[in-house]
């Protein structure tokens, strides 16, 4: 990996370092990450999955990503909101998934935060990217340097604090910007990753709720 972030592929092409040449890491980095997202079931599994991430990899979470949809109903948050003690109980004997009471507590919870908030503001995808980031509140170059500098941002610190005023939790700011970044809110594949432009041209066209 150069300084940049930035390494280079068996295909020749350039990528942000993170994925390590793994192929699911790489899939997920070329196909996924940062591409934007206005669809409520995915944006609601993304939040509960980086809380799940808390303390961990965001590989070993994405590895297990089956097993956790499997776990909680495709994480539809009509269904998951209905989920007792005999399912947390379920989950708590998942070997698929991680079995921390406390982030399976909160994916409950958080399901039927996720109904009073689309109640609210008619979509989740509204209420999320109503906090998209304009053009003054971004870097003029995204490098490795900002990156590492950025694990949070005000607009992550505001979300963050709005959520866990309506009773979300594990929603810190570091968890909230990583969703951020993953479901295409901010673009930040680094400069000279083959990917930056591609995303770029698909938020450019995302018709925003």
Known sequence: ??????II??????RCHWHANLPDYLRYHDEEWGRPVTDDI?????????????GL?????????????AAFS????????????????????????????????????????AIELKDEFGSLA?????YEPGHNERPAVVDREHIIANPTTPTSMVISKDLKKRGWTF????????????????????????????VESMRTALVRP
């Open 1 to 6: 990996m150069s300084e940049t972030g930035i």
């Open 74 to 113: 495709g994480f539809d948050f009509d269904k998951v909101a209905l989920f007792g003690e005999g399912d947390v109980a379920r989950c708590l004997a998942d070997a698929g998934i991680i079995r921390h009471r406390g982030k399976i507590v909160s994916t409950i919870n958080n399901a039927k935060r």
């Open 9 to 14: 592929g068996e295909d020749g092409r350039s």
């Open 42 to 54: 995915r944006l609601f599994e993304k939040i509960c999955l980086e809380g799940f991430q808390s």
């Open 126 to 130: 509204h209420y999320f990217w109503r």
């Open 57 to 69: 990899s965001w590989l070993t979470i994405l590895r297990k990503r089956e097993n956790f949809r």
């Open 171 to 198: 929603v810190g700011p570091t968890t909230v910007y990583a969703f951020m970044q993953a479901m295409g809110l901010v673009n930040d594949h680094l400069e000279g990753c083959f990917c930056r432009p591609e």
